[in-house]
């Protein structure tokens, strides 16, 4: 191996830069030339590559986002976008590429890997929805700016005796809902994962309401099929049945932008680390992730597209603790 390039793709996450830092340094480690291909599979397909010497990825691993840039590139779901990053790749006689992004970059990690290129995988996506892996780069740091929001949100419902529908981001995923609802003492959680009806939601709201709680938070999953402004209607509709007013918050990408904690940059390290030694010894089609605390590898063939469950006894536990 002498060559290989690097991608960031699909929503950015805290503790890319970290992945991407330790491709380079431990590709160049090796002897090998790195290249950077900016704003994902656009990129790829437009030839938008960036030799990267250790120097150029000095200062990032504590930057979120992404420096390379990220981009959702539906021309690349195309034969013929495939076949123009193709030419790009071999143009440059790259012999490998890295593709740092979540279930969708996976998926077109999968296509160029079943079109006979090498590639390597790194699982990062706020949404920790991708099968084969415990949690992914950006969870964890999602995840406390979610709580510091939650924190917040409870000091001055409190002082308000109000209610607050907080919705978080997650797709189809109501992984950050639950873990931000379990870790903020949320009322309760709306995820997508579990049905809830509206009724027996406010009647359990007006429950704590009478049950004295100054405040409730109801943590609400992007995904779940009511989602926080179809709830907040229905609750001002029904105003009289919640005990307290109503407000909404929608995090949304505020989740996305911090700065990456010291769970996701060691993550981030350490799979950067895996994915460069999973090309060295020849492998292709496979994303290096977490799994039973161990750094390992999930093949996209196992991993893209597949649900990833949510554990139930979890969404149990976080009914039984908003007593
Ligand atoms: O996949 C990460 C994510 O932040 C999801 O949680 C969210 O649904 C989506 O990306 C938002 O996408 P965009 O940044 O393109 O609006």
Redesign the pocket.
């Known amino acids: 191996m002498k060559r290989i390039a690097v991608l960031t793709s699909?929503?950015d996450?805290p503790g890319m830069n970290a992945a991407i830092r330790a491709v380079v340094r431990t590709g160049i480690d090796r002897g090998w030339d790195v290249y950077g291909v900016h704003h994902g599979y656009k990129g790829l397909m437009t030839g938008d590559f960036h030799l990267l010497g250790a120097r150029d990825v000095g200062g990032i691993i504590q930057l979120g986002g992404t420096v390379l840039g990220s981009a959702?590139a539906p021309e690349f779901k195309t034969a013929d976008g495939r076949r123009e990053a193709l030419r790009e790749l071999n143009q440059r006689g790259i012999e490998a590429l890295v593709v740092i992004g979540?279930n969708g970059s996976q998926t077109g990690a999968y296509e160029l890997h079943q079109l006979g290129f090498p590639v390597v995988g790194i699982g990062s996506?706020?949404?920790n929805d991708l099968f084969g892996a415990d949690i992914t780069i950006g969870v964890d740091t999602a995840l406390n700016i979610a709580l510091e929001a939650i924190d917040r949100l409870k000091v001055t419902a409190s002082s308000h005796q109000r209610a607050f529908l907080v919705e978080t981001?997650?797709?189809n995923s109501g992984y950050l809902a639950l873990m931000a609802g379990i870790a903020g003492g949320a009322e309760a959680v709306v995820l997508p994962e579990f049905k809830t009806e509206p009724e027996l939601l406010a009647d359990e709201i007006r429950q704590a309401y009478e049950r004295g709680k100054a405040h409730a938070i109801i943590v609400v999953a992007?995904g779940a099929s009511l989602d926080a402004n179809e709830l907040a209607h229905y609750f001002a509709e029904h105003e009289e049945k919640l005990g307290f007013s109503l407000r909404v918050t929608q995090l949304g990408?505020v989740?996305?932008g911090g700065m990456p904690g010291a769970f996701d940059r060691t993550l981030a390290t350490r799979l950067g680390a895996k994915a460069v030694a999973c090309l060295d010894a020849g492998d292709s089609g496979v994303i290096a992730v977490q799994r039973a605390g161990e750094i390992t590898t999930v093949t996209h063939e196992d991993a893209v597209g597949k649900p990833k469950p949510l554990d139930a006894e979890l969404y149990e536990l976080a009914r039984v603790l908003a007593k």
Request: net charge positive; glycine share 26%; charged share 35%.
């Open positions: 699909g929503g996450a959702r979540g996506t706020i949404d981001m997650g797709r992007e990408h989740q996305r």
